[in-house]
């Protein structure tokens, strides 16, 4: 009898720590490591495949459907004008399944969007959502993530990115603490 329950205890112990490893999941937060871009379409601009090591990211997510996302571009287009030597720009189209409507809308907003465009394809259910939006928590668009040293740095919304901020990233001074204070002057 001993001998079959510590048998039963060991498969037990066994089979709890394959569930628990085969359930891990990968989050991405602040102070995370990044090292992929996830698999989408470039609709405008140079590929980004990964990000690279000494340079500086914004990616913001948006849609065509979306009015805040639509409100805030000349917010961005206004950043990468002044940034763009310095900070890499990525508008990233999700949850959309129509590539055609996106492109379309480009085309109509050219002037406005005038940074790199990857679209992530299917809705829910692309690489980038699956790599990126469901383990950061996203649940909502627009959406900023600043990356920096393939680390990301800030998770936030546009209305709180700003060139004082951005200026920050660029002269390795960057913190949340002093984001969020120069967020709250404007």
Not at 60 to 68: D, M, N, Q, R
Not at 141 to 160: A, E, S
């Amino acid at each position: 009898m001993k001998t079959i329950a510590i048998m039963s205890g060991t498969v037990l112990l066994l089979l709890i720590t394959l569930f628990t490893c085969s359930a891990q999941v990968t989050y991405l937060d602040v102070n995370e490591k990044v090292e992929q871009y996830p698999k989408v379409e470039w609709l405008k601009g140079m590929p980004v495949d990964k990000f690279e090591k000494d340079k500086i990211y914004l990616v913001e997510l948006w849609a065509t459907w979306c009015k805040p996302c639509i409100a805030s571009m000349p917010h961005l287009a206004e950043l990468n004008s002044k940034f763009k030597d310095k900070i890499v720009f990525i508008g990233q189209d999700v949850w959309e399944d129509d590539a055609e409507k996106v492109k379309a809308f480009i085309a109509q907003n050219e002037k406005l969007m005038d940074y790199r465009i990857g679209y992530a394809g299917a809705s829910r259910t692309s690489d980038f959502d699956k790599n990126w939006i469901k383990p950061s928590g996203t649940s909502g668009i627009p959406r900023t993530f600043i990356i920096q040293n393939n680390t990301i740095m800030w998770m936030t919304q546009p209305d709180q990115v700003n060139k004082e901020i951005l200026q920050l990233l660029v002269d390795h001074k960057f913190s949340i603490e002093a984001a969020e204070k120069l967020a709250k002057k404007h």
